[in-house]
């Protein structure tokens, strides 16, 4: 336990100082400001702008870090043989996945409490108030860019880091056309239905964790739509960070 | 003691070492010698469990590294060693020393040792590769082991380095431990190890003390002897 620990905080420190995440960050939070341009051009609808492209933002810049940092995770570790100098140690291949997936998690969340808390400055100077609905759909955001994470740590064991970003991306837009996907195949022949069924249930379903459509409009996310996307993101990150797992225990280094 | 038996490594259908038998007595410095592509470091690799056998073991003290608790009384040194380049040489010890239930060494004391004490503070990204393989040292003796493996630890070194290692290892023999390298730079190894082992395309063609060997020649020499007719066999 005290090494996870130990690897995670090594790999936050690590990834808070890595420049890339740096120019994401920044990126996002000039984003975020600009809402209030994009808010003035809205004819009335500024609240409503500002909470769509912010959490909109927030989103997308948040699976950008998680994408960028995490497919290079374990590959460079392998490519750099840091990872014989870690595996020589008192240290299980375990341990050093769930250590190395929390240290980039903790980041992640560090750069997602700034967006928040700037996405929060902008709504209150908006005069929309303190925006706590919109802390559900971070919440959520959280969750899936936590499976995201363990999903370009599963990649990074494969192969490198520019296919783990197109594998990336490729699993973001099936996750998120899933629903659409089954729905389109309903009145298709019967081998199509069941591709689209299989595709459906092989692939994470990563639209269950958007509620930002209901945070714009103000709609309160019942507790289905909150407890059933986080077992489903501890399970779902359970399953991928096993497999990684399993893979780097079976390569030859 | 070190005890490798029956060691054997097959990638598909290339065998890449076979049927390495090797005892490496406490207390001594060994050196593991062979061409470029004998199986050196794979079958050090082997040895601190970094890659499983195809058939064969390997124990320290009678037991095997498979458990990691094993793993606290060795040290090991990869080839041309890379680090986390975000990190300072201090903060990279740091960790390394955190892995362990036991931190024996101090961290000043070891970076004094390997001659780092300087550049504690410099980001390791900015290392040079003499500064690289001390702090690969460092890293591996951090731990205080009783065994270590070290894949050719002088690369890179100037004269000044390599002397200044020597005398590391030596000292490190003086208290105890056993060090189990491989080298290029025959002419040190010569100098300071008691014992060798020497491999070509996979298979042990010598292993004992470095003046049998010799039989008053320099070591290279013998060696390029010993290889040349391994070849010519």
Known sequence: ?253 | MIKIENLKKKYFETTVVSDLNLEVKKGTIFGFLGPNGAGKTTAVKMVVGLCQPTEGKVSIDGKGLESLSSREKIGYMPEDPYFYEQLNAHEFLDYMRSLFRKNNRDIDEVLQLVGLKDVKNKNVGAFSKGMKQRLGLAQAIINDPEYLFLDEPLDGLDPIGRLEFKKIFLKLKKEGKTIFFNSHVLSDVEEICDDIGIIHKGKLIYSGSVKSFCKGQPLEKRFVEVITKEISN
Do not use: C
Not at chain 1, 5 to 26: C, H, P, Q, S
Not at chain 1, 186 to 191: A, G, L, T
Not at chain 1, 196 to 205: H, Q, T
């Open chain 1, 1 to 253: 336990m005290n090494n996870i620990w130990v690897i995670a905080k090594n790999t936050f420190k690590e990834t808070i100082r890595d420049k890339i995440m740096y120019g994401i960050l920044g990126f996002a939070l000039l984003f975020l400001m600009s809402t209030l341009f994009f808010a003035s051009i809205s004819l009335g609808e500024d609240i409503k702008v500002v909470k769509d492209l912010g959490l909109a933002g927030i989103y997308i810049f948040s699976i950008i870090i998680a994408i960028f940092l995490g497919s290079s995770l374990i590959y460079k570790e392998i490519e750099k043989r840091t990872l014989y100098i870690m595996l020589s140690k008192p240290v299980s291949t375990t341990q050093f996945i769930i250590g190395k997936y929390l240290g980039l998690l903790l980041s992640l969340l560090l750069n997602l409490v700034l967006m928040t808390a700037i996405y929060l400055a902008v709504v209150y100077y908006e005069k929309g108030g303190f925006d706590t609905l919109a802390l559900w759909a971070i919440l959520l955001n959280f969750l899936e860019v936590s499976v995201f994470i363990a999903l370009t740590v599963l990649f990074s064991t494969l192969t490198t880091p520019l296919a783990s970003t197109i594998y990336s991306i490729i699993v973001l837009y099936i996750g998120h056309s899933l629903s659409l996907v089954r729905k389109a195949a309903e009145k298709s022949p019967e081998i199509i239905r069941w591709l689209a069924d299989g595709v459906y249930y092989l692939f994470p379903n990563l639209e269950k964790f958007n509620v930002r459509n209901f945070i714009v409009y103000s709609v309160h996310p019942t507790s289905a739509q909150i407890i059933y996307p986080l077992l489903y993101s501890v399970l779902l990150t359970a399953i991928l960070l096993w497999l990684a797992n399993l893979l780097l225990k079976k390569r030859d280094l």
